[in-house]
């Protein structure tokens, strides 16, 4: 059994993920933005849109024990009309979506698993070097879209560099959230099964890394998340905007 951490573990896919993942034995830590998203004891609580939250957050967690597999599943998405930016001058789009998992990534040791929830937008998403932060075009879904197929492009750059780690990402599908609207078809309980079974399974097709996912199969994305040219800029550009190193 692991100690997995679970971001975003308060509500949605992530809530649903760290109670699988706990019927199944494992140590959760699970994680909200705030005490009172947490809304109940035994929560780290760190604001992603913020890097002096997110290292205070990674310090926590090391403090409980150093996590075994980390499943980056906070995400969000703007649903207003102008470009947010947050405290650290950074895109909040991307900031949490793309840098935070990174952060975290970086100031813990390095875990067995890391799977990083993305989402099938990505297919219209774009990674453009000059402009991660869409400071000369933003709209909510070209910012979601490319942030997740930033976080994606750095989920397989973290395959690359450490071999020894899994480290994949996955589509949950089109589930009823508060993020996505509760008109869409599935459950949590179908958008967290393959998340979960990712993070804890010792089924031969989960124990691959550099591999992207949806239903428990692995899927072709958008072709920029294989480029390891662009994987190791982009996973340069996002180390600096952090300020942050890997192992
Ligand atoms: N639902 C879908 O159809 C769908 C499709 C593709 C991908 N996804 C991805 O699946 C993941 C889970 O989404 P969901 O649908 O379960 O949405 P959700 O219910 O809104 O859950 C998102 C989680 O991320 C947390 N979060 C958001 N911004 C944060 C911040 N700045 N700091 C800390 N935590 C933050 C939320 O906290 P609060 O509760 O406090 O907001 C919540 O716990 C996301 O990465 C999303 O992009 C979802």
């Not at 952060?103 to 698993?113: E, F, G, N, W």
């Not at 910012?143 to 997740?148: G, H, I, R």
């Not at 993020?179 to 459950?187: D, E, V």
């Given at each position: 059994?692991s100690?997995?951490?679970?971001?975003?573990?308060?509500?949605?896919i992530?809530?649903?993920?760290?109670?699988?993942?706990?019927?199944?034995?494992?140590h959760?830590i699970?994680?909200?933005?705030?005490?009172?998203?947490?809304g109940?004891?035994?929560?780290?609580v760190?604001?992603?849109?913020?890097l002096?939250?997110?290292r205070?957050?990674?310090?926590?967690v090391?403090?409980?024990g150093?996590p075994?597999?980390?499943?980056?599943?906070?995400?969000w998405?703007s649903k207003?009309?102008?470009r947010?930016?947050?405290?650290?001058?950074?895109?909040?789009?991307f900031q949490?979506?793309?840098?935070?998992?990174?952060l975290?990534?970086?100031?813990?040791?390095r875990?067995?698993?890391?799977?990083?929830?993305s989402s099938d937008?990505?297919?219209r998403?774009?990674i453009?070097l000059?402009?991660?932060?869409?400071?000369?075009e933003?709209?909510?879904?070209?910012?979601?879209?490319?942030s997740?197929?930033a976080?994606?492009?750095?989920?397989?750059?973290l395959?690359?560099?450490?071999?020894?780690?899994?480290s994949?990402a996955v589509?949950?599908g089109?589930?009823?959230t508060?993020?996505?609207?509760?008109a869409?078809?599935?459950?949590?309980?179908?958008?967290a099964?393959?998340?979960?079974?990712?993070?804890?399974?010792d089924?031969p097709?989960?124990?691959?890394?550099?591999t992207?996912?949806?239903?428990?199969?692995a899927?072709?994305v958008?072709?920029q998340?294989?480029?390891v040219?662009?994987?190791?800029?982009?996973?340069t550009?996002?180390?600096e905007l952090?300020?942050?190193?890997?192992?």
């Amino acid at each position: 059994m692991s100690r997995i951490l679970v971001t975003g573990s308060n509500d949605g896919i992530g809530a649903e993920i760290a109670r699988v993942l706990d019927s199944q034995g494992h140590h959760v830590i699970r994680h909200a933005r705030s005490v009172e998203r947490a809304g109940g004891a035994g929560f780290v609580v760190g604001e992603l849109s913020s890097l002096q939250s997110t290292r205070e957050m990674a310090a926590d967690v090391l403090r409980l024990g150093a996590p075994e597999v980390v499943v980056h599943n906070a995400g969000w998405g703007s649903k207003d009309e102008s470009r947010p930016v947050t405290g650290d001058g950074l895109e909040q789009t991307f900031q949490i979506n793309a840098l935070a998992p990174l952060l975290l990534t970086a100031l813990l040791p390095r875990p067995r698993r890391i799977v990083f929830v993305s989402s099938d937008s990505i297919s219209r998403g774009r990674i453009r070097l000059d402009d991660l932060q869409h400071e000369q075009e933003w709209t909510q879904d070209a910012a979601y879209a490319d942030s997740k197929l930033a976080m994606t492009a750095l989920a397989f750059a973290l395959a690359r560099r450490w071999p020894d780690v899994l480290s994949n990402a996955v589509h949950p599908g089109w589930v009823s959230t508060k993020m996505s609207g509760y008109a869409a078809p599935l459950t949590v309980a179908q958008g967290a099964d393959t998340p979960a079974w990712l993070a804890g399974s010792d089924d031969p097709e989960a124990l691959v890394t550099g591999t992207f996912f949806q239903d428990r199969q692995a899927i072709e994305v958008n072709p920029q998340a294989y480029d390891v040219d662009l994987q190791d800029a982009l996973l340069t550009r996002c180390l600096e905007l952090c300020d942050a190193t890997l192992s």
